[in-house]
């Protein structure tokens, strides 16, 4: 089992902790620091079909781009607008980093005990992945495995198969509302991180850095 010791914002209540037996991570704005990027690109999209950039990034949060492009863009080709995110997103990294805490976390788990279940596709994640400096898991859940994204729980249910164990000993960590919902549909507990303040699934953290893991 892995113990999960965390304090949650804005509660005196002291430390607390979980026991579970792998921590499943949302990748943009969770591990990696990407909105720079990922707004740039959502902007320049935007003005491709004189659509509101503001309105976009709104509605993309967390989201599949391939779900955006069908519900903001239903006259384009979905596949080639697809492939028109996957090449920006691969060739400009620009501001893509890190999140704090992410690298001494994950140095911290042990395989299989951990992955990434994540809205970007496959070649999209292992770019951003190694922009950021941190290692690819043996599970790693992206856009294209699943019928449905998020706020679907398909992508951490498949998850919760390939590590071995129920959903409810798998602790989900997200920034986005829709992965938060996408967590308590699987039935998995989840940690927030950061964020503006709201209803939430489960605890609130303010980083990465907030928590500390034990492995048996």
């Known amino acids: 089992m892995l113990n999960v010791g965390f304090r949650n914002v804005g509660d005196p209540g002291g430390p607390r902790s979980l026991d579970v037996h792998a921590l499943l991570f949302d990748m943009d704005g969770t591990l990696v620091e990407s909105a720079a990027a990922m707004d740039r690109h959502t902007r320049m999209w935007a003005r491709r079909h004189s659509l509101d950039p503001e309105k976009v990034i709104r509605a993309s949060h967390g989201r599949r781009d391939i779900d955006v492009i069908r519900e903001l863009a239903p006259h384009a080709d979905?596949?080639?607008e697809l492939a028109w995110f996957d090449h920006l997103s691969c060739t400009d990294a620009a501001g893509v980093r890190a999140a704090p805490g992410a690298p001494r976390l994950l140095a911290a788990l042990p395989p299989r005990r951990w992955?990434?279940?994540t809205?970007?596709?496959r070649s999209v994640a292992r770019s951003r992945m190694?922009?950021?400096g941190l290692?690819?898991?043996d599970v790693l859940v992206c856009a294209e495995d699943?019928?449905?994204g998020k706020p679907s729980p398909e992508g951490y249910l498949t998850a919760a198969a390939l590590v071995g164990a129920p959903p409810s000993s798998c602790l989900v960590i997200e920034d986005a509302d829709v992965g938060l919902r996408a967590a308590r549909a699987a039935g998995m507990p989840?940690?927030?991180v950061a964020g503006p303040?709201?209803?939430v699934h489960g605890h609130r953290i303010a980083g990465l850095g907030a928590l500390c893991v034990t492995a048996d």
């Open 115 to 117: 992955g990434l279940v």
């Open 146 to 148: 699943v019928a449905a």
């Open 190 to 192: 989840a940690l927030a």
């Open 130 to 132: 190694a922009a950021a």
């Open 119 to 121: 809205s970007a596709t």
């Open 197 to 199: 303040p709201g209803p």
């Open 78 to 80: 979905p596949y080639a």
């Open 135 to 137: 290692p690819l898991p």
